[in-house]
């Protein structure tokens, strides 16, 4: 078992990649999930509906507090919420501006966007 940084357990064995089967992108320190697999799948059908109900409530934890999405600049879902986000992206956006001042040959152009996107939306419409 390993543990989220919310509290949530999941088992490795039942963490899935879609794309390769495996726990590809995933890192597990101390027990805990620090970094996040694109879709967390159980391996097998649950044995009752109150399982389910508790594998859907843990993912649904970490997906808000513990995933964080590239849509959404790398912040949870929660910090966009919550508003956290801005304050979150400008230490971000200070951090990278103080590393290239102090280091500028390491970088070749300018540093990481890290705005908050204007709109988020799930599924958006393709204009025709």
Request: aromatic share 10%; charged share 25%.
């Amino acid at each position: 078992m390993i543990q989220t940084k919310t509290g949530c357990y999941f088992a490795l064995e039942r963490l899935f990649h879609p794309q390769n089967g495996h726990c590809k992108g995933l890192q597990v320190a101390n027990g805990v999930l620090t970094h996040h697999a694109s879709r967390v799948l159980p391996e097998k059908p649950f044995k009752s509906l109150s399982d389910a109900r508790t594998w859907v409530e843990g993912f649904v934890l970490w997906y808000n507090h513990d995933h964080r999405h590239s849509s959404l600049v790398y912040v949870t879902p929660n910090d966009r919420h919550t508003g956290r986000d801005k304050e979150i992206l400008a230490r971000r956006r200070f951090v990278y501006q103080r590393a290239k001042m102090k280091n500028p040959e390491r970088w070749s152009g300018q540093i990481r966007k890290w705005s908050a996107p204007s709109e988020v939306t799930l599924n958006k419409k393709k204009n025709l």
